[in-house]
């Protein structure tokens, strides 16, 4: 069963950029779209983004588009989300996630990833 490992993260000021990363382990990370999503206190967590598992194509969602970059390395079994121009709304726990089924399919629903992070805290400070 893949396991999942995120670093990045922290606090930054408004206006400013992190990157997080995310490591799988174990075998068929190449074959799998993966995903961020993001969780604030006391809401639901939130799609972020998603990438196709050749990096092909990639999805964002509204809040965040123009501001993020999803990537991968498929050699390294990593893939990276880049935020910049943050904002104080994008304080959240932010989660990366791989996928159920592999599929050209790019989802947004949690409910389609069965594998996830441990969360990493982002907090933007304004």
């Known amino acids: 069963q893949v396991q999942l490992v995120q670093s990045g993260g922290g606090l930054v000021q408004a206006g400013e950029s992190l990157r997080l990363s995310c490591a799988a382990s174990g075998p068929h990370f190449s074959i799998y779209n993966m995903g961020w999503f993001r969780q604030a206190p006391g809401k639901e967590r939130e799609f972020v983004a998603t990438i196709h598992y050749n990096g092909a194509r990639t999805f964002y969602s509204d809040s965040v588009a123009g501001r993020a970059t999803i990537s991968r390395d498929n050699a390294k079994k990593t893939v990276y989300l880049q935020m910049d121009s943050l904002k104080p709304e994008d304080t959240a726990v932010y989660f990366c996630?791989?996928?159920?089924?592999?599929?050209?399919?790019?989802?947004?629903?949690?409910?389609?990833?069965?594998?996830w992070g441990q969360g990493t805290q982002v907090t933007v400070s304004s």
């Open positions: 996630a791989q996928q159920q089924r592999n599929t050209q399919v790019l989802v947004t629903t949690a409910t389609l990833y069965s594998a």
